[in-house]
């Protein structure tokens, strides 16, 4: 069968890898597929100075993407550039030229994903993104296709592999956020502005195209509930270990009776959990299931060739289906729009809770939270104090029995106003096992 031509646009982190296996896997990828997938152009704005394996042979190289894009012998377009900008307009410009298109561009799949996957339908072109996601786990395959049959009830996930190194070397050494934040940079996890990471946003891109797969809605990132880890410290870790729990950043999205409650937030979850042993700069995702109930899947979220895998591998789904002839029909992102999945407000989620207060220490502060809590109606579960060397910045800690969202967000509101506080409380949700 005649060779399916690829074009790259985007030639770092992830370009470098895809190329990189590409050329040194291309004969086990030929054998699997019954053709050659050969690299036929390659653009990036500094392409003159980029090495390439030479066992792509003769490439044509671009540093305009217009000409990979309109270059009538490629079939297939690679769109690793990242960002919203002029990743949205290559992929519109490969639609608009009948090319497929694989993408591992999160945030524009998050945006703008319902889109592009309807244009894409349109043009009878094929469209594959399971880069976007936890990098190395495949888990747009699962949900398309794996576990389809089922009708996912609610799904959890670890997906920032930066946040959650920064947690776990916490929890690990005592370190503080700040310090484990520095090291982060220094190895090359989290970029120079790690906002990104640390307050949640990148995981929220993520978990937006993960709840669109899995729950057949159009979700974008202005339906989740974001909070960082910036908050987080130390002692947390050993507050939430009395409780046998530990602190991730966690990905929710679960169906209630009111509709889909989405966030990205650090929580509780107890530490028999398997969510709890995902360490380091891993990601992993745990799928209910209505009928199949649990499955569980673990992996690197991130890095040139875990990446370049995911790439890879849907450049081979998308050559079949060019040399099968088969375009893509459905979107994944909005199949059929029962409504039955709408998203709601954080605000009616229900969870015991985990308030963490730090006190200039003086008489009657128990009494005070306590007082506050009541007039919300939520019940006090325990109070925990470890020992502290200072009076004036005195750690302790109140759990709370299942309660609104709501309920939480007006009372830390309350609590807030209070002098002895040296900042307003932190509330963190404690997740049931999963
Ligand atoms: N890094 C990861 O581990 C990872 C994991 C999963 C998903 N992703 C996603 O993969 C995508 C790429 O990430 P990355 O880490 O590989 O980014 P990166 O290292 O910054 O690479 C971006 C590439 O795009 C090129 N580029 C930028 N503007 C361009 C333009 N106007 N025309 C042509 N080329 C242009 C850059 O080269 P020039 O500056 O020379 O043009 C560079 O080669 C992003 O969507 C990211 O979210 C990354």
Redesign the pocket.
Known sequence: MRDVHVGV???????QGTLAILAANADQIALKLGFRLKVTAV????VASVNLPDELGHVTRTAD?REVVSNPKVDVVAE???GTG?AREIIDGATAHGKSIVT????LMALAGAEIWDKAIKSKINLAME??VA?GIPIHAVLREGISGDRVVALAGILNGTSNYILTEMERRGESFEAMLAEAQALGYAEADPSADVDGYDARSKLAILSALAFGERITPSDIFVEGIRRITAQDFDYAHQLRHTIRLVCGAVQTERGLILSVRPALIPQSTILASVQGAYNAVWVKGHFGADTFYYGRG??SNP?GVAVVSDLMRVAREIRSGSPERVSPFAHERLGEYKPVPITFQHRPYYLRFRVDDRPGIIAALAGILSAKKIGLEAVLQLPCDTKHDLPFVITVEPSSELAIQEAVAEMSKLTFLREPPLALPMEPPL
Request: aromatic share 4%; proline share 0%.
């Open positions: 646009v985007g030639l770092g982190n992830v370009g653009c990036s704005r500094g993407w690793l550039v990242g002029v591992a561009n999160k945030e880069a976007s990098g991130a890095g990446t």
